[in-house]
């Protein structure tokens, strides 16, 4: 069993950065894909990015140009950079990652973006 823990969220100002950290139990180097999904109070979690084993990024939307997805295999951790979050950022985050069948959830860490 694979346990994946994110750190990193907490409370910024609109226009502020916060670096998402997710720290895997096992080496990560196994995962075909990595990656942030976030859920808002009252909405459905939705994919923010992801990376696959090959380096291939996927970015939501709403976050290109602005949030960054990388991994550490070395390390076994997933990393989401966000810069000039907006109030439509504010969710909890879960780090997800798949290989084969299985696919393993943190626990989500609560980002909020409020002045």
């Known amino acids: 069993q694979v346990q994946l823990v994110e750190s990193g969220g907490g409370l910024v100002q609109p226009g502020g950065s916060l670096r998402l950290t997710c720290a895997a139990s096992a080496s990560i180097y196994r995962f075909y894909i990595t990656g942030w999904y976030r859920q808002a109070p009252g909405k459905q979690r939705e994919l923010v990015a992801t990376?696959?084993?090959?380096?291939?990024?996927t970015y939501a939307d709403s976050v290109k140009g602005r949030f960054t997805i990388s991994r550490d295999n070395a390390k076994n951790a997933v990393y989401l950079q966000m810069n000039s979050l907006k109030r439509e950022d504010k969710a909890v985050y879960y780090c997800?990652?798949?290989?084969?069948?299985?696919?393993?959830w943190g626990q989500g860490t609560q980002v909020a973006v409020s002045s």
């Open positions: 990376l696959t084993s090959g380096s291939t990024t």
């Open positions: 997800h990652a798949a290989r084969g069948s299985s696919s393993y």
